[in-house]
Nanobody, 126 residues
Framework: QVQLVESGGGSVQSGGSLRLSCTGS????????MGWFRQAPGKEREGVAA???????VYADSVRGRFTISQDNAKNTQYLQMNSLKPEDTAMYYC????????????????????WGQGTQVTVSS
């Protein structure tokens, strides 16, 4: 069973930066996809960014140019560097994983990911 543990959330002012980390264990394949999703109160969970173990990555339009997803395969860890944060980025952020590769918009679809972390809160104040 894959287990994911996130860290790095917190509270920052608009324009600030945070880095989220997600460390996984229990993987049974080196071919995997890992994503970051967020959910604000009263809103649906949305895909923020995703990366495959071969380096392919995708971003939501709302974060492209501000957020960067990366990974350290040796440590089974993915990161989400969030710069120029805005109040509308406030949400619970979740990392997720799946064995096998996702592609394109599928990488931002939460239904494609069976394994989830517990979430970490990001709050951006104006």
């Amino acid at each position: 069973q894959v287990q994911l543990v996130e860290s790095g959330g917190g509270s920052v002012q608009s324009g600030g930066s945070l880095r989220l980390s997600c460390t996984g264990s229990g993987y049974t394949s080196s071919r995997r996809s890992m994503g970051w999703f967020r959910q604000a109160p009263g809103k649906e969970r949305e895909g923020v960014a995703a990366i495959r173990s071969d380096g392919y990555s995708v971003y939501a339009d709302s974060v492209r140019g501000r957020f960067t997803i990366s990974q350290d395969n040796a440590k089974n860890t993915q990161y989400l560097q969030m710069n120029s944060l805005k109040p509308e980025d406030t949400a619970m952020y979740y990392c997720a994983a799946r064995h096998e590769y996702c592609s394109g918009s599928w990488c931002k679809d939460p239904r494609m990911f069976p394994y989830w972390g517990q979430g970490t809160q990001v709050t951006v104040s104006s």
